[in-house]
């Protein structure tokens, strides 16, 4: 904007009614003759008045969408902040010698971006300054929610234009305490019947043979196993009849768990694995060459804590159990690689310091029941068993994940006690004469020395 004489000014002015905002506060800006570059801040929404030395009669601000300019007399300029940002304010005198060149800079309204801080977080230490058009914060805060909360405030007043020097203090490591538990049950039973009748005319004739059932053998008593096997002989001369019954049973129990403690910084993530890595080649999509990668299995577990307000603990979890299943594995040219068998969750949960949830309903049942024989025959009434099988198979899986969440802080590491550090070696009388395997001492490491290594042992850390 442009004003050629003071008389159009003044007619400007009145027309704008003075244009002050009901909430914009003037400040008073003075600018000295001879001076060629000032300074001038202004609050967004803010006011600034601006007073010459001697009157002016043209003014021209560069970027009138930083800032807007008015005329309250020949001496005194009403300039209002709009747009965080830089701009140039241009005084002429009446003979169009230069007065002046204010720079104006545009900043966020921190006093009322102050104020509201103090109303939503009041307790909280958190400094604001103001950086070229953006706003620079600092100090500590409690909790990371917090921290969060005053980034989003800030984005109000000065968008995408924020430095954050604000760090967390208190209690931020978080300790899960995981126990993972899997029981594995697997049965199975067979029972088959095979007949076989051998007969022949005469010596020259030859011999006939008919046999049913499962077992197509020549004799079926010298090809029997040795377990659940039952077999006898009817019969003689030209016309004999063999028969076996074979039935059996197998039970298998499988355990696996593991117990990881596992402690991470509020918003860092922290994985663990109980297990191993399977070598797999792969071909390089470009060249062919064939490489090595790694696939791991066993136990994984990654969480990523979240401390909120009042030390509610957002936790993030994945958690894996997998392991290793020929029978599903992958025939390739050079070698059989196995395939993997996984159970995993994916979960997200809230609780406090101390309290436990658990993933549990991960139950796997399989069956499989076959049966063969040998038509028409199988079918027969009672006799009908001699010349069928059956055999079925079950298996049962069952995984539960019980997760224990606790805020902790770092302890001296004189506090902490190693398992080995409560057993030392034998020497070689205490080895060879006396058989401990430990080697004994007063307290504690006496106790040890003393105890029956075929029993159950852990470690626990209270």
Known sequence: MKTKTFAAAVLFALSMGLATPPSAQADTFRVMNGASISTLQVSMNRAVVVETENPFAELSIANPGIADISTLSDRSIYVLGKTPGRTTLTILGPDGTLISNVEVQVTPDIAEFRERLRQILPNERIEVRTANDGIVL??????????????????????????????????????????????????????????????????????????????????????????????????????????????????????????????????????????????????????????????????????????????????????????????????????????????????????????????????????????????????????????????????????????????VTPTRGEALVLPTDRIRPPTERELFLNGRLAGSGGGALGEIARQDFGGSYGYVLD
Do not use: C
């Not at 051998?198 to 040795?226: E, V, Y």
């Open 138 to 407: 600092s100090g500590i805060v409690s909790t990371a929610a917090r921290l969060d909360a005053a980034l989003e405030l800030a984005q109000r007043y000065a968008p995408d234009r924020i430095s954050n020097l604000m760090s967390v203090g208190g209690t931020q490591q978080v300790m899960l305490k995981v126990r993972f538990a899997e029981m594995q049950r697997g049965i199975s039973k067979n029972l088959g019947t095979s007949v076989s009748v051998q007969g022949s005319t005469n010596a020259a004739a030859g011999t006939s043979q008919f046999t049913g059932g499962s077992a197509d053998r020549g004799n079926l008593l010298s090809g029997a196993t040795g377990a659940g096997a039952l077999g006898f002989r009817v019969g003689g001369g030209r016309l004999t009849a063999q028969v076996l019954i074979e039935a059996l049973e197998t039970q298998g129990l499988a355990r696996t768990l593991a117990e990881p403690n596992l402690t991470a910084l509020s918003g860092q993530e922290a994985s663990f694995l109980a297990g191993g890595e399977i070598p797999l080649p792969v071909r390089d999509g470009d060249s062919g060459t064939p490489t090595i990668t790694y696939r791991p299995f066993g136990v994984q577990l990654v969480f990523t804590p979240r401390v909120l307000d009042d030390n509610v603990i957002n936790l993030r979890l994945d958690a894996e159990v997998s392991s290793l299943d020929p029978s599903i594995g992958t025939d390739t040219t050079l070698i059989t690689l196995p395939g993997l068998r996984t159970r995993k969750t994916t979960t997200t949960v809230e609780l406090r310091d101390g309290e436990s949830f658990a993933i549990a309903g991960l139950l796997q049942d399989d069956f499989l029941a076959n049966s063969t024989g040998v038509p028409w025959l199988s079918e027969l009434p009672v006799l009908g068993a001699l010349f069928r099988s059956a055999n079925y198979q079950r298996n049962q899986t069952e995984l539960v994940i019980i997760i224990t969440a606790h805020l």
